[in-house]
């Protein structure tokens, strides 16, 4: 009996030795912990799709391209220009985070997509299959019943830049989340 807890216990240590090197090759190589997040909408087929998990990398580690900027350089992610960024809107942690294209830049006071001056400098989003931008039609829930319009999103809301897509591997981490708290307005 105790030649088999002590089997046991170096299988264990052996096994946490293994993950701990995974997640240290991880984070040197991406810059972050998070390494993935999975679709979870429709909103950038055909491009990504639900259940798809997506590895990022650290928004630290890279420069973020705008669709604007990528249509200039000919820099294309994710099969159309600009870099693909995960955020959280308006900076809310309880919030699902969004994956959308970075289309453009706006500074405070300028004009966002809907018309309204910006309130502050960020990127303006939207998801590669939707017919909006995300600052038009995308509300985010802060109360019990109060939602209020996605702002344009700062460089600290961004969370990771998207850099590659596994088909299926997304699905687990569904399976086991709760509904979205994020509604079109």
Not at 18 to 31: E, F, K, P, Q
Request: net charge neutral; glycine share 10%; charged share 20%.
């Amino acid at each position: 009996m105790r030649g088999v807890l002590v089997e046991t216990g170096k299988s264990l240590i052996e096994a946490g030795f293994i993950v701990g090197v995974i997640i240290m090759v991880a984070y040197a190589l991406t810059g972050t912990y998070h390494i993935g997040y999975a679709v979870e909408s429709g909103s950038m087929l055909p491009n990504m799709q639900i259940g798809d998990l997506i590895l990022v990398q650290s928004p630290h580690r890279t420069q973020i391209i705008t669709f604007e900027e990528g249509k200039e350089l000919n820099y294309k992610s994710f099969n159309n220009y600009g870099d693909v960024i995960i955020y959280r809107p308006d900076g809310l942690t309880s919030v699902t985070p969004i994956i959308h294209r970075a289309m453009y830049w706006v500074n405070e006071g300028e004009a966002m997509p809907d018309g309204r001056p910006a309130p502050h400098a960020g990127y303006i989003t939207k998801g590669d299959n939707n017919d909006a931008y995300d600052q038009q039609c995308l509300a985010v829930k802060v109360g019990d019943d109060r939602w209020v319009r996605v702002e344009p999103v700062k460089p600290e809301w961004v969370i990771a830049v998207a850099k590659f897509r596994v088909p299926y591997l997304g699905y687990p981490s569904l399976i086991l989340k709760k509904p979205s708290i994020i509604k079109g307005i």
